[in-house]
């Protein structure tokens, strides 16, 4: 069985390349001037497959998926899942628990957590049972080696809670973080919330 190697065509000659023949071509190479062409690879390849440029191209569309992918490792940025909650009266700034125990009042044990990669803050999705009005959320981080969160916030959103029992997304732009680094959410709201739930949405980048 030959090696065929097409990486271009010189020439504009059109020739036959048999079972037994190596065909290699130099330059670039287009295969078909329309998605109405096909391309069947009967054979397997014995190389890496890299995109000319990075972070440009699909592997499949939204309509034109591949059925199933079997790989030894998956390097890629996954979104994460952080959800918490919690009760207060009282206009105040309170730090998001990730468990149930400990104080919310000041940055401590509780409400913080490692980043396992490298990411960013992609949005906070929060609801109350009473109407909070503008709140400010906040996204508060450290580096690795120090105690607790940093109190001033690497990044500051308000959102205008003017409903009870809704859910109001509120997206970050700026909020990267780095492996290791200890990571969290503040509330402030202008009125007491009642009973208030977060969800947290992180992109980690595992490559």
């Known amino acids: 069985m030959p090696t065929i190697k097409l990486t271009g065509i010189s020439g504009g000659r059109p020739t036959t390349v048999g079972t037994t023949d190596d065909a290699i071509v130099d330059g670039s190479l287009t295969i078909g001037d329309a998605d109405t ?18 972070n440009t191209y699909d592997l499949g569309s939204s309509t034109k998926k591949w059925r199933a992918g079997y790989f030894e490792q998956v390097r890629s940025k ?6 918490a909650k919690y009760t207060e009266g009282s206009a105040v700034q309170r730090y998001v628990r990730w468990d149930a125990a400990g104080s919310n009042g000041s940055p401590g044990v509780n409400n913080k957590f490692v980043a396992p990669a490298n990411g960013q803050l992609l949005s906070v999705h929060v609801r ?13 981080k ?6 607790n969160l940093n109190t001033t916030a ?45 969800t947290c949405v992180w992109m980690l980048d595992w490559s």
């Open 37 to 54: 062409d096909s391309l069947v690879v009967n054979a397997e390849f014995d190389s890496d497959l890299v995109p000319d440029d990075t």
């Open 78 to 83: 996954l979104p994460h899942i952080n959800t």
């Open 128 to 140: 109350a049972t009473s109407a909070a009005n503008m709140t400010t959320v906040a996204f508060h």
């Open 142 to 147: 450290a580096s690795n080696g120090t105690a």
């Open 154 to 198: 690497t990044e500051s959103l308000n959102v205008n809670m003017t409903s009870s029992d809704t859910t109001y997304e509120v997206s970050f732009s700026s909020s990267t973080f780095a492996e290791g680094d200890i990571l969290g959410i503040s509330l402030t709201p202008s009125v007491g919330f009642g009973n208030v739930n977060i």
